[in-house]
């Protein structure tokens, strides 16, 4: 059995642009490369990688081309298709910017966690995001104990297969938001460090970065996100996930609808209000549930991550609601 599997959804990228990150696992130091493997699942397009190019490299790629269901149904094709301890899904026009990346995951797994099992569930290091700022230039941000993106994490196999943590179909974008909110809640094992070897790279022509903004044109999955999250919640019977999720729901539509993008963008904003106020009034009875250390702590995390955006609260939470409540 290998020890990893990293798994990689193609769609329309070719090979000059995942050639960057299958060359980044060719260059990692310090490991077996038989002990890793690379699964690509291209999701029902022409643009297929020839077998020349995947020979080159050193270590085992299965390519699979599979029918074009979208990227939640590629991820759970690539990991059904999967035999490894761990995987860890990549994005194919990202990469590892550290040579001894694997090599440093590989440390982790043999580490003994307070709980006594060796590895861990979840690893969630941090990571790095590339971007381009207003004057064209390349800049980094460093995006630490992320609990959205899969960037980076690796993840039992077994755990994932136990607890049938897989991407939502009925969520076709944030799919890592519904699939993360899984994965860190249901286990206990889940260990943070404060390491850093995988790049989220600045492609322009990727599906996050095609749109101006991204949020402000996917908020109405955004919302389907939750609501998929607080149904799979309930139908586990784990009701105290549910109620966090719904809060959690709130509270971020609450600092979007104050940022400057929805603002200056009224109809994007009503129908962003409109979608939350059914989510809201859906689920009111379990919102009033949470207790006031969980809203505490959701606001504190949503204040840090809105700073930027959201210098001060212009409008009360409990006001806010009310609004949405009374909206026509």
């Not at 799919?175 to 460090?193: H, Q």
């Not at 586990?236 to 996930?241: F, H, P, S, W």
């Not at 809060?247 to 939350?276: H, V, W």
Request: charged share 30%; aromatic share 16%; net charge negative.
């Amino acid at each position: 059995m290998k020890k990893l599997d990293i798994l990689i959804p193609q769609y329309k990228e070719d090979e000059t642009v995942i050639s960057k990150l299958l060359d980044s696992i060719a260059l990692q130091q310090g490991i077996n490369f038989d002990d890793i493997g690379v699964i690509i699942v291209n999701d029902g397009t022409d643009v297929i990688l020839s077998d020349d190019f995947l020979k080159k490299y050193k270590f085992d790629i299965k390519y699979v081309k599979a029918e074009h269901k979208g990227i939640s149904e590629t991820r759970n094709r690539a990991l059904d298709e999967s035999e490894a301890e761990y995987v860890m899904f990549c994005d194919d026009d990202d990469m590892f910017f550290s040579a001894v990346g694997i090599y440093t995951i590989f440390q982790y797994m043999n580490e003994i966690m307070e709980s006594g099992i060796m590895g861990f569930d979840v690893l969630v290091p941090w990571f790095k995001e590339e971007l381009e700022n207003i004057y064209g230039n390349t800049i980094y941000y460093n995006r630490k104990k992320d609990k959205t993106f899969n960037h980076g994490k690796v993840y039992r196999r077994s755990y994932l297969i136990e607890n049938n943590i897989r991407f939502s179909p009925q969520v076709p974008l944030h799919e890592d938001v519904y699939f993360n909110a899984l994965a860190l809640t249901i286990g206990t094992n889940i260990k943070y460090v404060d390491n850093c070897y995988y790049m989220w790279c600045n492609n322009k022509n990727s599906t996050t970065r095609k749109w101006t903004n991204f949020i402000l044109d996917t908020i109405e999955t955004l919302v389907t996100c939750y609501y998929e999250l607080v149904k799979e919640f309930m139908s586990r019977g784990l009701v105290r996930y549910a109620i966090v999720n719904v809060a959690n729901g709130l509270y971020r539509i609450y600092y979007e609808a104050q940022t400057q993008k929805f603002i200056d963008n009224p109809d994007r904003l009503y129908s962003m209000e409109k979608c939350i106020q059914k989510f809201y009034l859906d689920y009111k009875d379990l919102y009033s549930r949470a207790t006031f250390e969980e809203k505490k702590e959701l606001l504190k995390g949503f204040k840090v991550d809105y700073l930027d955006e959201v210098l001060f609260e212009k409008i009360k939470f409990e006001d806010w609601l009310k609004h949405i409540e009374e909206l026509d």
